[in-house]
């Protein structure tokens, strides 16, 4: 603007105002206009790439991939990754790579890289297989086709073999061909398609032989098979032969050959003798001896070789019989057949038999009744005098010619040869002696009158038919550990019960029953007790083996006067018991029990050894105290007999408890002393044994 101000301080007059360009001033802090150009993009496009990269290059790791082969070359199909030298850099995460190299398989591999900086990832191509060819020649260089070929016991064809895959590695080369050794050898395959051609030679597996004989024209017969006529070389697989040279009219030559591969040999010339004559030589009877110029030969019939153009001597002799002697004379090849009929030497035997009607065999040939005389010849001959009912007479007899001999014969019954044959004592395996009874009808239980009676002693009449055996014995520590060796029967009042003749206690009633069984089985008799499941579930009745007595057997045995009659106790009718009687509760164990027998003392305190006290009138020992005793029967009211007789009663069929009969050490009442007490259980007591009884088998 112009001042329009003079010296004077007074305004001027205005000048004409001309207009001028005018231009309002920018806005407050943009004071710059910019306009963006194309070189301002490719700076901010570097500018981000390069902190892109700075940003890869400081969170990527160092990868190195290894891979074998050194050759093989690597590409990254999925991922980003950068290689700087012989190292990729990599972030984190998983990768798929595209492994390839000339003569291995392409591989696709996943790469996993992990957090640590520096790190090494190995891979492996599978080299492709190579390709082998084998070849098979002999000695002479000459092809064999057809021979197999088979690298570690895999067929791959036969030979020419040309280019079969096979994976590279270390293999046992093996070659078969008829007539040829087996050929083996290691090589190595290399694999990566590389061709190999394997060359082998294969050495022939026979050997030529040469034969010859005198005369010429013989068969060579090799293991039975005729392979040519001497003289003739054959090859001969190697291996042992039986060798025959045969030829019409001489006798064949043997001989074994063992045949090395490769080894030729000339065997001697076999000189060949003249042919045997055949003699084939039978005799009636048969079975007669034979020499020949002296010479055993053996029995007829028989057939021998005889040397052409000699006389030869030969001899039949049997005993009994007259020698014959006889003189033949063969030609080469000859077949000639004998038969002798040999003359026997007889002499007059008298037979006389009982009954008078039994019938005489000779050698099992019938010659009538038996009660002849009968020419025997003078050797041993089966002699047998047979009834029916009677057990046959047999036996080997020998007359002797210019004797008078007489055979007196009585045949036994059937009947009276099976009593004879009882047994009225025997042993056991486990040592226990056993006599043989024949029981009687008797009356068990006992009256209402007999004092000391309890309610379950009913009166029933009993019919004992069976004969049976029964221990003298109650079975003993000793006896029983033979089947259960950890068996103890305990102690009583610091006294042992365990010592081996002591009656064994502490068992229950299934224990006797096995025991009898295994003691059955110990000497092949048929089990008593049907046991499944260790636990007695039946009986067989039928059976010889040993078992527990019935109730019936045991009272009988212990009652029994031997006079057809029975006693209150097992010493007799007698109360109190005589001194020696038996081990019972006396004076000794009032300390500890509370029923005693006073003015008795046996001198035991517990069990005794069995045997030490009298035997009953059943030479029996121990019916009447040391040790109760387990028997057969289930325990009934009655032993499930009922008032009507019965036979060989075993008991009732089921029931909770077992019945015991007899007294023990710890018992010293009339009521428990007495043959017809009963008692009944479960369970095994320190007073409570058993004894043995077996029916008389058939």
Known sequence: MQDNHNNTGQYDAPDSITPVDFSPPPPPGRGFNWRPRWYHAVVIVGLTLAAVAAWFVLTARSVFIEVTPMTASIEVVDGFAVRVGPRYLMRQGNYQLQLSA????????????????AQTHPFALTPLPGLVSVNARDALGEELPGARVLLDGVDLGTSPLIDAEVPPGTYELQVHRERYLPYREQVEIEGRQVEQALNVTLAPAWADISFASQPAGAEIIVNGEVLGVTPASLQLLQGAYDVTIKRSGYKAWQDDLLVEAGVARQLPAVALEAADGLVFIRSTPGNANVTINGQYRGQTPLEVSLPPGQEHEIRLFRTGFDTAVRRVRTSAEEERDMTVALDPI????????????AQL?????????????VELIAASQRIEIRRDGYVPYATNFTS?????????VRLKTE????????????????????????PYEFT?????????????????????????????HPVTNEQFRRFRADHASGTLQGQSLDRP?????????????LYANWLSAQESLTPFYIVEDSTVTGINADANGYRLPTEAEWEWAARADGQDSVTRFAWGDDWPPPAGSGNFADESTSNFLGQILRGYNDGVQGTANVGEF?????????????????????????SGLSSVKVTDPLGPEDGTYRTIKGSSWAHGSMTELRASYRDFGEEGRNDLGFRLARYLGE
């Open 614 to 638: 009298a035997a009953n009138a059943q030479g029996l020992f121990d019916m009447a105290g040391n040790v109760s005793e387990w028997v057969h029967d289930y325990y009934g009211a009655v």
């Open 400 to 408: 002797r010619p210019g004797l008078d001999q007489e055979i007196r």
């Open 444 to 472: 068990m239980g006992s009256s209402r009158r007999e004092p000391g009676r309890r309610a379950n002693e009913t009166l029933r009449d009993v019919a004992m038919v069976k004969p049976f055996y029964l221990s003298l």
């Open 501 to 513: 003749n002591q009656p064994v206690v502490q068992v229950e009633w299934q224990d006797a029953a």
């Open 415 to 438: 009947e009276q040869a099976r009593l004879e044959a009882i047994e009225p004592v025997i042993t056991s395996a486990a040592g226990q002696t056993l006599h043989l009874f024949y």
């Open 102 to 117: 000339e003569g291995y398989y392409d591989n696709q591999a996943e790469l996993s890289v992990g957090a640590a900086q």
């Open 346 to 357: 007889t002499n007059p035997v008298t037979i006389v038999a009982e009954p008078a009607d």
């Open 361 to 373: 065999y000779v050698n099992g040939e019938l010659k009538g009744n038996a009660n002849q005389t």
